[in-house]
Each structure stands twice: as C-alpha cells, then as structure tokens.
C-alpha cells in the first residue's frame, strides 16, 4: 500500500504542504517518479509524497539547493544498492562457511581414529 500510487496530484501536494506546480518541477528535476495512468495523469504514492515531504525539509530547514538534494539520493539509492550486495554476499559467505565446515569434519573423521584410552591418533596413509 505505501508504494501504490493512489493520490492525484493536487491531493499529493495538499499532503505534502505545497503547491501541484512544485510537484511538476521537482517531476522534471528527477526528483520524483510519479506513475502515469493511461491518460497520463500523475499518481503519487504514499513513498512520494514522504520523499516531497523530505525534500522540502532538506530545502526548507536546511538550506540545501536541489541540486544537492539530487546527490544525496543518487548516494541513497547507491548505498541501498550496496547494502543489498553486501548482504547477498555475506549470505554466500555463511554458505561457503559451511560447506567448508562440513567437508573438514568429513576430513577429520577420515584421518583420526580414536585409541581405547581416549587419545586419537593420525591414521596411517595407505602407499600406492
């Protein structure tokens, strides 16, 4: 539901306290990415009109130009994107990590035998 896009675009700047022709800049700007029915009308989602609400606190309370705030989501969704790698590979690591984990207990159990007083000594390699 947050992502559907459901507010037209003068319910979508009511909500987000500003005028729909702001809306259509920031549109330009690439600011935001409104879905479009079929006749083309802007719908804006629950996520847009709290990435508008975003914007016009960076703009607004701290003075950022919008030019500035088009880098800090390009580093935004760069940082997502490497959040998403670094988990995929810290998925494969926990596999490899047991894979590995298995094949040396595989390993150990092959190469030690255990002797009647508790000690455990190396099997003796056969000689071809």
């Given at each position: 539901?947050?992502?559907?896009?459901?507010?037209?675009?003068?319910?979508?700047?009511?909500?987000?306290?500003?005028?729909?022709?702001?809306?259509?800049?920031?549109?330009?700007?690439?600011l935001i990415?409104?879905?479009?029915?079929?006749?083309?009308?802007?719908?804006?989602?629950?996520?847009?009109?709290?990435?508008?609400?975003?914007?016009?606190?960076?703009?607004?309370?701290?003075?950022?130009?919008?030019?500035?705030?088009?880098?800090?989501?390009?580093?935004?969704?760069?940082?997502?994107?490497?959040?998403?790698?670094?988990?995929?590979?810290?998925?494969?690591?926990?596999?490899?990590?047991?894979?590995?984990?298995?094949?040396?207990?595989?390993?150990?159990?092959?190469?030690?035998?255990?002797?009647s007083r508790?000690?455990?000594?190396?099997?003796?390699?056969?000689?071809?």
């Open positions: 539901m947050y992502d559907e896009p459901v507010y037209m675009i003068s319910i979508a700047a009511k909500l987000a306290g500003m005028h729909p022709q702001t809306l259509r800049i920031y549109e330009r700007k690439k990415s409104p879905k479009r029915t079929k006749g083309s009308t802007r719908l804006y989602s629950q996520r847009d009109v709290d990435r508008l609400k975003l914007i016009q606190i960076l703009t607004q309370e701290l003075g950022i130009n919008l030019a500035g705030v088009c880098k800090i989501f390009e580093l935004q969704d760069e940082i997502e994107q490497l959040q998403g790698i670094m988990s995929e590979l810290d998925k494969r690591v926990a596999s490899l990590q047991e894979s590995l984990d298995k094949e040396l207990e595989k390993v150990q159990r092959s190469a030690l035998v255990p002797i508790g000690r455990i000594v190396l099997r003796k390699s056969k000689k071809n």
